[in-house]
């Protein structure tokens, strides 16, 4: 019911920046919740950045407090992470995932409380 396509994705040096976008296609009578998770080589998917439908309301995992940005426009159905002061350990493939929900100020950062997946988009920061 609702496809999410990320792009924005790069290879970049310390200290840059890059913003990732993700398009979604769905019912324009649903709001969608939408957060970003990343995946390290090796390691788990983590949580990054969380937003409502509103807007209103986010989230951050601590790692990326203050230099990590996630807003949206719902007019053209995208969400944006700027990502600010990159760091090596940045590097990971970034994926966009969205729920539906009845509220506008709700905001999820569980894996499993997603319903929808992007394919994802690599981010490589180099030293």
């Known amino acids: 019911q609702v496809q999410l396509v990320e792009s924005g994705g790069g290879l970049v040096q310390a200290g840059n920046s890059l913003r990732l976008s993700c398009a979604a296609s769905a019912r324009s009578n649903s709001n969608y919740a939408m957060g970003w998770f990343r995946q390290a080589p090796g390691k788990e998917r983590e949580f990054v950045a969380a937003i409502s439908w509103s807007g209103s309301n986010t989230y951050y995992a601590d790692s990326v407090k203050g230099r990590f940005t996630i807003s949206r426009d719902n007019a053209k159905n995208t969400v944006y992470l700027q990502m600010n002061s990159l760091k090596p350990e940045d590097t990971a493939v970034y994926y966009c995932?969205?729920?539906?929900?009845?509220?506008?100020?709700?905001?999820?950062?569980?894996?499993?409380?997603?319903?929808?997946w992007g394919q994802g988009t690599q981010v490589t920061v180099s030293s």
């Open positions: 995932a969205a729920r539906g929900v009845l509220g506008s100020g709700t905001y999820y950062f569980r894996e499993n409380e997603y319903a929808y």
